[in-house]
Antibody, heavy 120, light 111 residues
Framework: EVQLVQSGGEVKKAGESLKISCKCS????????IGWVRQMPGKGLELMGI????????RYSPSFQGQVTISADRSISTAYLQWSSLKASDSAMYYC?????????????WGQGTLVTVSS | QSALTQPASVSGSPGQSITISCSGT?????????VSWYQQHPGKAPKLMIY???NRPSGVSARFSGSKSGNTASLTISGLQAEDEADYYC???????????FGTGTKVTVL
């Protein structure tokens, strides 16, 4: 069974750094794209970017380019999303999700989400 | 890249059929058959319901179907049931940033 298990919720202060994780199991980690999706409180889904762990090819949506860093560690089948300096506006639920087979543009399955709360 | 446009809410009685629209442009829905739909219950992660416009993943009820015409995609739920009450999001590949863009989301209420 394919599973994506995310790290626990975080409470941080503005200006602090943060790295959240997405542990993948049940398939060959290096052969599927992983995406990160933001959902701000009461709002919709926003694709932040994707990474192909096989060669670390990473692509960011324009709104998130330069704001976050997506990475992956093939040795432990884990993808990461990190911030160097959090802002209050980064408070949101963050989901990781696996893209389908090669060339597909949909996500399934999804992680359970990581809630990030940033105080100003 | 702007989000795809969906109605904020759609409602129906049990057993009825409802359709949720998703409006895009020739840079996304109109030019690619990469439309997908996700269901999200409160406090839960999204779940894939339809991919590549019309395909249902294994385990998704046949009551859910997808279609596309021009720059607009649609999700139809037939035989509406109480458990269908949730938020629904469309998504499409877009050539604007070589990634997918999500719709604004639609809250489905079962009366």
């Amino acid at each position: 069974e394919v599973q994506l298990v995310q790290s626990g919720g975080e409470v941080k202060k503005a200006g602090e750094s943060l790295k959240i994780s997405c542990k993948c199991s049940g398939y060959r980690f290096g052969t599927y794209w992983i995406g990160w999706v933001r959902q701000m409180p009461g709002k919709g889904l926003e694709l932040m970017g994707i990474i192909f762990p096989g060669d670390s090819d990473t692509r960011y949506s324009p709104s998130f380019q330069g704001q976050v860093t997506i990475s992956a560690d093939r040795s432990i089948s884990t993808a990461y999303l990190q911030w160097s300096s959090l802002k209050a506006s980064d408070s949101a639920m963050y989901y990781c999700a696996r893209r389908g087979f090669s060339g597909s543009k949909w996500f399934d399955p999804w992680g359970q989400g990581t809630l990030v709360t940033v105080s100003s | 890249q702007s989000a795809l446009t969906q109605p904020a809410s759609v409602s129906g009685s049990p057993g009825q059929s409802i359709t949720i629209s998703c409006s895009g442009t020739s840079s996304d829905i109109g030019n690619y058959n990469y439309v997908s739909w996700y269901q999200q219950h409160p406090g839960k992660a999204p779940k894939l319901m339809i991919y590549d416009v019309t395909n249902r993943p294994s385990g998704v009820s046949a009551r859910f179907s997808g279609s596309k015409s021009g720059n607009t995609a649609s999700l139809t739920i037939s035989g509406l049931q109480a458990e269908d009450e949730a938020d629904y999001y469309c998504s499409s590949y877009t050539s604007s940033n070589i990634l997918e863009v999500f719709g604004t989301g639609t809250k489905v209420t079962v009366l």
